[in-house]
């Protein structure tokens, strides 16, 4: 089968590394790929100490560990982040980075452990079992099918809707510029914009900005490079070192920076679920899959989109091998207690510099491979030297809104749900969703059921049960 074999190096190509990555081919440099992958790294280092405090955040009421060491989930989040990367670069070879998904360890956290009691072994257990399904998915043909179904437009607004969630990302949790209030409106303005975090992130905006708008390659690079060395200078000699609890000197000692990292919670996970009885770990299970199953989707064809990777059907060509590589993430996340792997939309960073193959994800593995012993050194990125980018990132994927077809009320409703309810509700999954059963619904209600793909009526369905499951759970 076509999905187990790995790209055929290209006919065309300066050096061995470009004619197997299909640099030359893809209107790439070599340059641009390292650029392009440290852009995406810098972006989403963050997971290295986000990922700890959200699975270190719940004690479990019962097994062994009863919470997980900060220091082991960092270790195993760059283990798990920097293997699976690499698979992607060079199996798959495209410009996509995995981590430990946000949303789905809070619910590994929070619901799984925090509500309904499992233990740490056992809720890595649930991840390891959705990992393992989904991939089923993917060598039957299914995952794939379902993405060809999608009409381009809607491909479209999902892509457009990420990239208003990168935006919205990079102006709330990144900046905070944009906050969520104790009561009042849902967010608003931070009423408090004279602090040193919001001076360093309009700096490095101003910055980053210039060199975009200057055609500066490597610009979303550089961006982060100077606002982060800003932060230090201002964290030094404005905030007594007290700005950002990670900053470190301009010159660390050695001890600051390299630390051996432990990888005792790698294999620790349990497929003891009975006791939560048999529809009840069934049910969240599929709640995972479905969230793995098209947020993966959604950054996919939202990237591809942006670099131009997509074919003239708007199929990205190799789509399997990028399915199966996140898929099977999704289980080694579990297995390794770093909670569930999935394909990051700060990828959109590097694509954003011009990378196109595997080789920016070579680069991002081996960072976070790295990371498992520098990161202390990884943690000097302050989040505000990231939110520019994210903010420019949207920009980059908002411009393709003008190619959606308004005219149809079925595109344009659709559209519209799919790209706010993302940023909305926080998910790609549900905008997704959203998008998905407006379609459906509304072209039946037309009469042009003919024009709905039968896969989309078998998926809106679905979403339907998770969107009703979610309002009675």
Request: glycine fraction near 12%; charged fraction near 10%.
């Amino acid at each position: 089968m076509a999905i187990w074999s790995p790209p055929r190096p290209s006919s065309t190509g300066a050096s061995p590394v470009d004619r197997y990555f299909h640099i030359t081919e893809r209107g790439s440099t070599v340059r641009t790929e390292l650029i392009a992958g440290a852009a995406t790294w810098l972006t989403m280092a963050y997971i290295l100490f986000v990922n700890p405090q959200i699975l270190g955040a719940v004690k479990a009421t019962s097994g062994t560990p009863s919470q997980l060491p900060f220091d082991q989930v960092l270790a195993v989040t760059a283990l798990v982040a920097g293997v699976i990367t690499l698979v992607m670069g060079l199996y798959a070879n495209f410009p996509f980075a995995l981590a430990a998904g946000l949303g789905l360890n809070g619910f590994v956290a929070f619901t799984l452990v925090g509500t309904f009691h499992l233990t740490w072994p056992e809720a890595m257990g649930v991840i390891v079992i959705e990992g393992l399904a989904i991939t089923f998915l993917v060598v039957t043909g299914f995952r794939e099918a379902v993405l060809n179904a999608i009409p381009m437009d809607l491909k479209r607004a999902i892509g457009v809707g990420i990239g208003l969630f990168i935006a919205f990302i990079g102006l709330t949790v990144n900046s905070g510029v944009v906050v969520h209030p104790a009561s009042g409106p849902i967010v608003t303005l931070n009423p408090d914009l004279t602090t040193l975090r919001i001076l360093t992130f309009v700096i490095g905006l101003a910055i980053t900005t210039a060199l975009v708008a200057r055609r500066v390659r490597g610009s979303l690079l550089f961006g982060i490079v100077l606002t982060t060395l800003i932060a230090i200078i201002i964290n030094q000699g404005f905030g007594h070192g007290k700005v950002w609890a990670n900053g470190i000197a301009i010159v660390p000692a050695l001890s600051d920076v390299v630390s051996r990292p432990h990888f005792d919670l790698v294999g620790k996970f349990s497929f003891n679920l009975f006791h939560i009885g048999v529809w009840t770990g069934l049910a969240l299970i599929i709640s995972v899959m479905l969230s793995d199953f098209f947020d993966t989707m959604g950054t996919v064809i939202g990237i591809s989109e942006q670099g131009g990777l997509l074919d003239k059907d708007g199929k990205l060509p190799g789509m399997n091998r990028v399915l199966l590589v996140d898929s099977l993430a999704a289980a080694a996340g579990g297995a390794a207690s770093a909670s569930s792997n999935t394909t990051y939309i700060e990828s959109a960073a590097g694509v954003a510099e011009g990378g196109r193959t595997g080789l920016v994800a070579v680069v991002v593995g081996v960072l976070f491979l790295l990371a498992t012993f520098l990161s202390r050194l990884a943690g000097v990125i302050p989040p505000e030297a990231t939110a520019p980018v994210l903010i420019i990132v949207g920009y980059y994927m908002m411009t393709i809104v003008k190619d959606i077809n308004w005219g149809d009320p079925a595109i344009g409703i659709a559209a519209l749900l799919t790209i706010v309810m993302q940023p909305f509700t926080f998910s790609i999954t549900n905008g997704v969703g959203a998008g998905f059963i407006a379609y459906t619904v509304i072209k039946l209600l037309q009469g042009k059921w003919r024009e709905v793909h039968p896969l989309m009526l078998v998926v809106s369905a679905i979403f339907g049960w998770y969107f009703w499951h979610g309002l009675i759970a």
